[in-house]
């Protein structure tokens, strides 16, 4: 009768807690595609304030279309790598929202498929 019983409360909850996992799922991959346009839309913005200066356009011109100023040579140097890290707005370029999953949790192995959710 008690396992009865509890089967029935599982069969009935099932629904419930499936749409509340969903939901927390979902509300973690949001945060993180929040996170993620915040990053790139600082990036952005600094990205902007340098060309909004002569310095900052004239460094873009030179280094992006080789552009070069009346009187200069132009010298491409090869086998040098620049060292740095790629900025931010280059990373976050390539990452679009679709790309963007759930974070990992220690229980989501388990409940992902429980409770068939897509990390799409």
Do not use: H
């Not at 931010?88 to 990992?104: H, Q």
């Amino acid at each position: 009768m008690v396992c009865t019983c509890l089967i029935v409360a599982c069969a009935l909850m099932y629904v419930p807690v499936k749409n509340y996992y969903t939901a927390v799922r979902d509300q973690a991959k949001a945060e993180m595609a929040l996170e993620v346009v915040t990053t790139r839309n600082a990036a952005l913005i600094e990205d902007v304030a340098l060309l909004t200066s002569e310095a900052g356009m004239e460094d873009r011109a030179r280094d992006q279309y080789g552009w070069v100023k009346q009187g200069e040579n132009a010298v491409t140097v090869v086998g040098l790598s620049e060292g740095g890290e790629p900025s931010a707005a280059e990373i976050l370029r390539t990452v679009t929202l679709n790309d963007i999953k759930a974070p990992e949790t220690w229980y989501s192995p388990v409940l992902d498929p429980l409770f068939g959710y897509e990390n799409e």
